[in-house]
């Protein structure tokens, strides 16, 4: 036997023919339709879900950016009483000769600032004696410990840190002792 009369008679070259039935062709072309019908429905059904995101994202994206614009409204809000006493005190304080009058309705002022930030969350930070942690504190210059007990803490306090709702608002800035 030569190579070709084995080759030929292989199952694998043999062609196969299709022997499928009116019936069962019409039947793989109605199921052909209906998944390409679930198909575009699929597609059509993504589309309009991308497009709802794109929306979400830019309406959530104008709500946040004018929220920032009127985020410090209530806090100006709360502020502008207390600038009404400044202004008051200044217009008072042209005809007042007794010094510490002005002082002490300056205090009231101050004092009532302090309470309407004490109220939005601010809190002044301790630093006066404690520690120095560079985590809370900027060290602006270091002086000589008048005691080995105040090495590396707080001597003074140049400018007051402050937290805001329990997190870090400004670093304090002070004077160490070495």
């Known amino acids: 036997m030569s190579k070709e009369k084995i080759h030929k008679e292989t199952p694998e070259a043999k062609p196969k023919k299709s022997r499928l039935r009116s019936g069962q062709v019409q039947k793989l072309k109605e199921k052909v339709q209906k998944l390409e019908n679930e198909l575009a429905g699929l597609k059509d059904k993504n589309l309009r879900l991308f497009a709802e995101f794109e929306n979400f994202r830019k309406r959530t994206a104008k709500e946040r950016l004018a929220m920032l614009e009127t985020a410090g409204k209530d806090v100006i809000l709360d502020l502008l009483p207390v600038l009404d006493d400044f202004n008051r005190s200044f217009s008072a304080s042209e005809n ?14 101050y004092e009532k600032m302090n309470k309407v930030l004490a109220q939005r969350g601010l809190k002044v930070m301790e ?52």
């Open 127 to 178: 630093s006066i004696g404690q520690k120095f942690d560079p985590e809370m504190h900027e060290a602006l210059s270091e002086l000589p410990a008048a005691k080995k007990a105040q090495k590396g803490k707080i001597l003074d306090e140049i400018e007051r840190g402050y937290y805001l709702n329990g997190h870090l608002l400004r670093h304090a800035k002070v004077v160490v002792g070495k």
């Open 96 to 109: 007042v000769t007794d010094i510490a009058t002005s002082i002490e309705g300056y205090r009231l002022i």
